[in-house]
């Protein structure tokens, strides 16, 4: 029989709050389960004696006391940026004959090619009633499509996933059908942090 044992492990804060958690491997020999083994582990574990694997994927290696804000995990930082549209600059059909029928929002420093970032698209209409269907597009290419509410000058948000690119997107809003103009009033893109 082994005398190492998968031994869960949970961080507190100075308010007795569970912080974080992992895992570590245990020698029962070394750190028998008494109260004297128990209390020579949690400060072992407290000095940074070994090596916890986190339940986000980070690690805690040998030599580093654990912090009390959970370490983000390996892989890729999040991700955040907002556009801001010029207010009152309305996007039109293309066969309306009225411009203009587009605007750009140019998304930089992605960290990496992804189908799952996350999306807020809030936008303004001034009619009472009518339909339209916006069309988003992602570096020339259709993507995603959100069927516009009359808004009577207020705003509405919409929410979703788009893939993108590592390094830099535009995106494109346009009015695919409908005879409802409207105005890009902020369109945020979100990453968490890791792989």
Do not use: C, W
Not at 181 to 186: A, I, K, W
Request: glycine letters at 10%; charged letters at 10%; hydrophobic letters at 35%.
């Amino acid at each position: 029989m082994s005398n190492i044992a998968t031994q869960s492990v949970h961080f507190f804060n100075n308010a007795n709050t569970n912080i974080y958690n992992g895992t570590m491997q245990r020698d029962i020999i070394l750190y028998p389960l008494t109260a004297d083994g128990e209390a020579r582990l949690e400060a072992d574990i407290e000095a940074g004696v070994f090596t916890i694997t986190l339940e986000n994927g980070a690690t805690l290696s040998p030599g580093t006391v654990p912090p009390l804000v959970e370490p983000s995990p390996p892989g890729f930082s999040a991700y955040s940026q907002t556009f801001t549209g010029p207010l009152d600059r309305y996007i039109y059909a293309a066969s309306s004959g009225t411009t203009p029928t587009s605007t750009d929002a140019p998304f930089t420093g992605l960290p990496k090619t992804d189908t799952n970032y996350n999306f807020s698209f809030t936008y303004k209409t001034t009619l009472s009633s009518g339909s339209g269907v916006a069309g988003i597009k992602v570096n020339g290419v259709d993507q995603k499509t959100v069927t516009l509410e009359a808004a009577t000058g207020g705003t509405r948000t919409v929410t979703g996933t788009l893939s993108l690119l590592a390094g830099n997107n535009t995106i494109t809003f346009v009015l695919d059908s409908g005879t409802m103009p409207y105005t890009v009033m902020s369109f945020t893109i979100t990453r968490a942090a890791g792989a």
